[in-house]
């Protein structure tokens, strides 16, 4: 909860605030700060998706071991996981951005401070940049994915086999609404970030971002 509040607080009353007094403006600190939270926000709610996805598993898969697997120990190793690679993931890009130089026109065709919006505003060379990009978003995209998909795919198969319609639907409610969410936070993403297109219009680019900024959470 405090994690998707924190989320949606990075960008949100900020946007509001340039609707409502017109003022669109920020500055280039201000603006860093709020790539580095929303990058690290981003990627705890990978992480803790991931884990919630892993709870679901087990809880559905082994339900007689669900007590034992998930013990407290194991949950604080996983949040604490999830804090430290999300905290090195944001740190890391941010020191990147820290050496570009901004030399055009510097406004951004969005509504918060994207760090893919603010690579294009960059004339110093960003292929450094990009490949952090590409490698990092391996880690705390793709494999959290994978993951999800992977427990989802045993539970899948767990639930085929169950022959009574009252154990599918208990099952469903078990991971029902958090499978909706996770579809609907990566699928946006994955259109934004891995799939871009010079014929999407920043337009439907900065819906797409409000998708997994504001409804996800509040779904959540």
Not at 68 to 76: K, N, P, V, Y
Not at 149 to 178: D, E, N
């Amino acid at each position: 909860a405090f994690s998707d509040v924190a989320f949606s607080s990075v960008t949100v009353p900020n946007m509001l605030m340039n609707m409502q007094t017109q003022d669109q403006s920020i500055s280039y600190a201000g603006c860093v700060t709020q790539m580095y939270f929303f990058i690290f926000f981003t990627d705890l709610d990978n992480f803790l998706l991931t884990s919630m996805a892993y709870d679901r598993y087990v809880a559905i898969c082994h339900p007689l071991h669900y007590m034992s697997t998930m013990r407290e120990g194991l949950c604080i190793f996983l949040v604490a996981v999830s804090w430290v690679l999300s905290f090195a993931s944001a740190l890391s890009h941010t020191l990147l951005l820290a050496r570009l130089f901004f030399c055009a026109d510097n406004t951004i065709p969005h509504f918060f401070c994207d760090l893919g919006a603010l690579l294009k505003l960059s004339c110093s060379d960003t292929s450094l940049n990009q490949l952090a990009i590409v490698t990092v978003g391996v880690a705390v995209i793709t494999l959290p994915l994978l993951c999800i998909l992977i427990s989802y795919g045993r539970i899948g198969a767990i639930i085929l086999k169950v022959p009574s319609t009252k154990g599918i639907c208990k099952a469903l409610s078990s991971c029902g609404s958090h499978l909706s969410v996770v579809s609907l936070y990566y699928g946006t993403i994955i259109w934004l970030y891995f799939f871009p297109s010079s014929n999407t219009s920043s337009d439907k680019n900065i819906i797409a971002s409000v998708m997994y900024t504001v409804v996800t959470p509040l779904l959540n």
